[in-house]
C-alpha cells in the first residue's frame, strides 16, 4: 500500500513538471511573435523609405528636365523671336473715344525651334464697341501657319474675303454684317501676322483699312533685323 503511495506521489510530480514545462512555452511563444512581428515592420519600413527617395528622385529628374527645357526655349525664343514686351509697344496703347481694356502677351510652343510669341490690346467705348489688336511673331526662320491664305484670298470663311496689299504686307479682309464684324489680317516679311477686328460696328472698309494703318509696320520690320 505504500509503494503505490509513493508511486503516486512520483507520478503526479512529473505530471506537474509537465504542466509547468508547457506553460513556460506558451510564455515563450508570443514573445516570438513579437519578434517575428517587429521584423516584418521593420523591412516595410525599409520598404517604405525605399519607395519614398526613389518618387523623390524620379521627381527631381523631372524637375531637372523641365527647367531643362525651359531654358532651351527660352534660348531658342531669344535667338528667334522679339519679346512679348517689344510686340506690345508695335500695338496702340490708346485710341480716341475708347477706353483701354487688359492687354495680353504670351507664347505658344510647336517644339524646341518652333515657338510663336503673340501680344494683344483691345479697347471699348461707351456703345459697347470693340476694337482688338493682334500681333504674331512666328520667329526668323520659321513657317507662319497656313500661310497661303495670305497669298490666295480664302474662300471658306463666312463671308467673302477682300485682297489686301500694301508695301511690306499682304492678306485679306472681310465683313460679317449680321454679327457688326470686321476682320484684316496680314502677313508681313513672312514671319509676323498683324490683325485688326472690329466688333459692334456697321461695314466701313475704309475705316477698318485706317485702324490697320495705325501700326507702323516698317518699324516691326526694322526691329527684327536688329
Given at each position: ?15 506537474s ?7 513556460d ?10 519578434s ?18 526613389l ?22 525664343s531669344?535667338?528667334k ?9 508695335f500695338?496702340?496703347d490708346?485710341?480716341t ?16 525651334t518652333?515657338?510663336?510669341?503673340f ?23 520659321n513657317?507662319?501657319?497656313?500661310s497661303?491664305i495670305?497669298?490666295m ?19 485679306f ?20 501676322v498683324?490683325m ?25 520690320i ?5
Amino acid at each position: 500500500m505504500a509503494f503505490r503511495l509513493k508511486i503516486s506521489k512520483i507520478i503526479l510530480f512529473l505530471f506537474s513538471l509537465f504542466v509547468i514545462s508547457c506553460q513556460d512555452s506558451k510564455i515563450d511563444e508570443p514573445i516570438e511573435i513579437i519578434s517575428e512581428v517587429q521584423d516584418h515592420t521593420a523591412i516595410k519600413s525599409d520598404n517604405i523609405d525605399s519607395l519614398r527617395k526613389l518618387k523623390e528622385v524620379e521627381y527631381l529628374e523631372r524637375q531637372e528636365t523641365q527647367t531643362k527645357k525651359a531654358e532651351i526655349i527660352e534660348q531658342v525664343s531669344k535667338e528667334k523671336n522679339l519679346t512679348k514686351e517689344v510686340l506690345l509697344t508695335f500695338l496702340p496703347d490708346k485710341l480716341t473715344g475708347f477706353n483701354q481694356l487688359p492687354s495680353n502677351t504670351g507664347k505658344t510652343i510647336e517644339n524646341d525651334t518652333t515657338i510663336t510669341v503673340f501680344a494683344k490690346r483691345q479697347f471699348k467705348d461707351d456703345k459697347g464697341r470693340v476694337i482688338i489688336f493682334d500681333l504674331f511673331d512666328y520667329g526668323k526662320g520659321n513657317s507662319v501657319l497656313n500661310s497661303k491664305i495670305y497669298e490666295m484670298v480664302p474662300t471658306d470663311l463666312d463671308a467673302p474675303a477682300y485682297s489686301v496689299e500694301l508695301p511690306n504686307a499682304k492678306g485679306f479682309f472681310y465683313w460679317l454684317d449680321q454679327r457688326a464684324y470686321g476682320h484684316i489680317e496680314v502677313l508681313i516679311e513672312k514671319r509676323f501676322v498683324l490683325m485688326v477686328r472690329l466688333s459692334g460696328f456697321n461695314r466701313d472698309d475704309e475705316m477698318l483699312h485706317n485702324y490697320l494703318k495705325i501700326i507702323d509696320i516698317n518699324k516691326i520690320i526694322k526691329s527684327s533685323k536688329n
